[in-house]
């Protein structure tokens, strides 16, 4: 056979050869699963960078709707309205700027001068459009954001984490906190429009507890992912 005709340095080599081949590609594989893993996260950490400018100028857009509300009742908002859309003005810029870098591998940057020039025109319309008018266009604004938040999430990872945990919690970040943080701001600043008023209309009765049962859909369903994520990491 062929072991017999070989030298017994060549014999030895061929069963270490033999026995360092397995060893050899587990590790091979091993290091490529580490370096997906790395990359994975490290496209995971993009995503939250872009995240935290969008969801910070969705925050100062709902502070915006509300004082567009407040103001046909109330006077004395017009300082704050000031400050707010000079928030708005830094969010804008922050959301350029993270763009400029990450919106081609993300592809966001449609999405995010669609929504840019939205505002360009509900900021031009703001001395013309009723508040109720004004608050819808916000509304549809800042749907638009939840989308752009949506669309950061599937590109960037952080929603297709593998580990049922993790994924619980970014599904949390991602999509469910900044939807109910959402219903909450359109309650709130749907009442500042009601405060004043001698009457409430059946229909914005109607629209009030269609929000609170919104938000309590939410709520249970943010309970459900904390426990499965706190049951998973144990």
Do not use: C
Request: no cysteine; glycine share 6%; proline share 3%.
């Amino acid at each position: 056979t062929l072991m017999n005709r070989m030298t017994y340095p060549r014999k030895f080599g061929l069963i270490g050869f033999l026995f360092t081949l397995p060893l050899g590609l587990v590790t091979y594989f091993w290091v490529s699963e580490l370096n997906d893993r790395i990359v994975f996260s490290a496209k995971e950490n993009l995503g939250n960078e872009y995240l935290r400018p969008v969801q910070q100028f969705a925050s100062d857009l709902r502070d915006h709707r509300g004082l567009i509300w407040a103001r046909a009742n109330q006077q004395g908002t017009t300082e704050e309205l000031r400050q707010v859309e000079e928030r708005l003005q830094r969010d804008i810029q922050e959301v350029d700027t993270v763009d400029r870098r990450l919106g081609e591998m993300l592809r966001t940057t449609q999405l995010w001068t669609a929504i840019k020039g939205k505002w360009r025109t509900l900021e031009s319309s703001e001395e013309t459009a009723s508040p109720v008018e004004q608050a819808n266009r916000h509304t549809a604004l800042i749907a638009d954001l939840l989308e752009l938040m949506s669309q950061v999430g599937d590109q960037s990872n952080l929603i297709l984490d593998p580990d049922l945990d993790s994924y619980y919690l970014m599904e949390l970040v991602v999509n469910r906190l900044p939807l109910l943080t959402e219903q909450i701001g359109q309650v709130r600043g749907f009442s500042s429009g009601l405060v004043g008023r001698e009457t409430i209309s059946e229909f914005d009765r109607f629209r009030l507890r269609y929000l609170a049962s919104a938000i309590e859909s939410q709520r249970r369903t943010l309970n459900h992912h904390f426990d499965v994520s706190l049951r998973e990491t144990r």
